[in-house]
Structures are given as C-alpha cells and as structure tokens.
C-alpha cells in the first residue's frame, strides 16, 4: 500500500499468560499474538518474523513457531520468501480495494441480518460503544479509537447471529489490520466516522434491514474513499 523500510520485528517482553492458559496450544497462541501486534501497530508491512525470537520468547522448540507462521502465511497475513525468510505482508493498493469492497458487503449482509431481530439490550450496548469511541476520539487517542472501532463492527456482525458470515468477516478484517491503522494514525477522518456510526445505530433502531444495511455498506465505502485521501497526501 505504500513504501516501508524492511526491518526485524523486535520482540516485546514475554507474554505472563502463557503460563495460564495451558489449554491452548502453541502455534495457536503465537498466531493470536502475532496478530495482535499486526494490530497494535507492533509490526508493520515489511517487518522480519525471526523464528529463533519467537521461540525464544514463547519457551518453546521451532516446530511450533514454523506451525504459527504456515497458518499466518495461509491468513494471508505474512509471506515466506526463499532463502530470507517470513515478512509482514504488505497490502497493494488493488488488494485494499477488493478487501474494502468484499468488506462493505458482508457489512450490508450483517446489517440486513441485524436490523430484525436486534434487542433493547443490545441498542443499548452499542450506544454505550458510541459513548466509548467518542470519548477515545476527544483524547485524541487513536489506538484506543482503532482498538475501540474494531470491536464495534465486531460486535455487529457477531449480533447478527450468523456463525459463517462472522467468520468471512474476521479473515477479512485480519487482513485489513494490515493497512487501516494508517487510516487511525492521525485524527483524520474520526469525526465523520463517528457520525456514520451513529447513523448505523440509528438505522439499526428502526429495525429497517435496508436502511441498516446501506448505512453499513456506505461507512466502510467511506472508510477506504478517507484512507486513499490520506495516503495519496
């Protein structure tokens, strides 16, 4: 999506619960962390994966590590390259395009899914989603907000009561992490979010699945037409 400067991921201190969550296993556990430092902005497109690093920090032999990096790699989140080794995948700009509309629609379809069946209860948790980004955005604190943003649509699609489109919806996203934390870096573009989201609530609150949907599918349209704003500056 944009040039960056190849660099070995430094590794963070070791996780304390590793040691509690003994039900897990390896390769599961450095998946889930990788990803989360994709997330975090911890590691960026481009950065090294060392084997050795990471086997180091979790304790553990390479097996595993490899285990984690072949399931990451068919994620579509890291790339192996002969004789360098594995790399942080790096979004081009036609993949963010087909990943943003591929992820408008199972947006809309959440939306359609949600509008009917969705609980006072539930309207309520969301208002109380809307409360938390806003108060994120006014500190100015983007990786609370994109930590926040992400659980919002999350929370969505997950209340929409389809097991599968809930699945499809977190490997795209997965692969989103990848380039949208551009798009939270700076406040550019919080506060017409912010309202989209509450249009999106407010549609939701009339139970009409159009309209929910449509709201929806426009704020992640949105989302890329501000992301390629920011990048072509």
Do not use: C
């Amino acid at each position: 999506m944009h040039p960056t400067s190849r660099r070995t991921a430094r590794m963070p201190a070791p996780l304390s619960q590793l040691e509690i969550l003994q039900t897990r296993s390896v390769p599961d556990l450095v998946r889930e962390e990788i990803v989360r430092l994709i997330m975090t902005g911890e590691l960026t497109a481009g950065d090294k994966l060392n084997e050795l690093d990471f086997a180091q920090r979790f304790r553990v032999s390479r097996a595993p590590i490899r285990e984690a990096f072949r399931a990451l790699e068919e994620a579509g989140l890291v790339k192996l390259e002969k004789n360098r080794g594995v790399f942080v995948r790096e979004i081009t700009q036609p993949e963010a395009q087909e990943l943003y509309e591929l992820r408008a629609t199972l947006a809309e379809m959440a939306g359609r899914q949600l509008a009917p069946r969705i609980t006072t209860a539930e309207l309520a948790e969301l208002d109380g989603w809307l409360v938390r980004l806003s108060q994120a955005a006014s500190l100015g604190d983007m990786a609370q907000y994109f930590g926040l943003n992400i659980g919002f649509h999350d929370r969505m699609v997950e209340m929409a009561g389809n097991a599968t489109l809930l699945e499809f919806y977190r490997m795209v996203i997965g692969r989103m992490h990848l380039m949208r934390r551009h798009n939270f870096s700076v406040s550019l573009g919080s506060e017409q979010s912010q309202a989209e989201h509450r249009a999106i609530v407010e549609a939701l609150k009339t139970g009409d699945p159009v309209r929910a949907g449509a709201a929806m599918h426009t704020h992640v349209t949105n989302g890329y037409r501000r992301l390629s704003a920011l990048l072509q500056r």
